[in-house]
């Protein structure tokens, strides 16, 4: 009930359906007006996702958090055209997606390199898979590297870098092919905690330098916090819209903004939902 009562207070519908239907002809940004996520299966229909309406957009660093099973990942598809949706339409820059598109680069929680490629390779997977210009892309997969603080690591193989170093490879990877967007579905799960802020600080600056659209999925509500323009908390299965917090916190923001009143205020805040729910991931 507690949950119920703070989503009364925080969640304005109208306010979203507004910022969508303001936005027609706006070409930018990432669109979903009613989409939503029924699966069929042998044993019958999951609802997965309840339409869902909102904007992200241009340039933003949008972060979504959620319990367990609650569409979190399947969201992710639906934006990335890995999936369609059981209704509505997901726009992204103003076309609608009905199939993996090249604007997007996605971050999976685990690094997903492939173990025969070395460091340098893995980078170029997707130029390769897209048979783009190989010459053409070599610098900018090495800057990238040297970017994420992997420069000299180019020759090396998956099983000689740590954890951390391989999901800054596996960014490194999305990036790679300068796509506007980035998905990231739990890309730091795995990591140990001190890896994991390096890792935030990191991605923030990323996102800071090369002005990319951000949609980051995370179980940890203070590293949503950190990282977001603005944090959308979903409900449980099937996964709604319980509340789109903005995050008044300056930047450029470094690890003691996590000392800030305003900080741990609107982590308690979005901590609140989830008392009466079932646990996060
Ligand atoms: N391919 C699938 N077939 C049937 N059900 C699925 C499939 N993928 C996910 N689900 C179900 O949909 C719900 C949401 O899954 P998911 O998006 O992975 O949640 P999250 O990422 O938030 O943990 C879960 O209950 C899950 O069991
Ligand atoms: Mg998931």
Known sequence: MKAASIVSETVQPAAHLRLVSDRAGDTSGITLSGVSKTYRTRDGDVPSLRPLDFHIDDGEFFVVVGPSGCGKSTLLKLISG??????????VEGEKVTAPHGNVGIVFQNAL???WRNV???V??????????????????RSLLNLVGLEGFEKKLPWQLSGGMQQ????CRALVHDPRIMLMDEPFGALDA???ERMN??????????????????????EAVFLADRVLVMTERPGAIA??????????RSLDVMADPAFTELVQRIRKHFFSQGSLD
């Open 82 to 91: 890995l999936l369609p949706p059981t209704s509505g339409e997901v726009l």
């Open 194 to 196: 001190l890896t994991r």
């Open 168 to 171: 800054r490879a596996s960014i």
């Open 120 to 122: 340098l390779g893995n």
């Open 113 to 115: 390199l492939l173990p």
């Open 201 to 222: 600080v990191e991605l923030m600056r990323i996102q800071r330098e090369t002005r990319k659209t951000v949609l980051l999925i995370t179980h940890s509500i203070p």
């Open 243 to 252: 509340a789109i917090y903005d995050v008044p916190l300056p930047r450029p």
């Open 124 to 141: 170029m997977l997707p130029i390769d898979m897209k048979r783009l210009p190989r010459q053409q892309y070599l610098d900018r997969a």
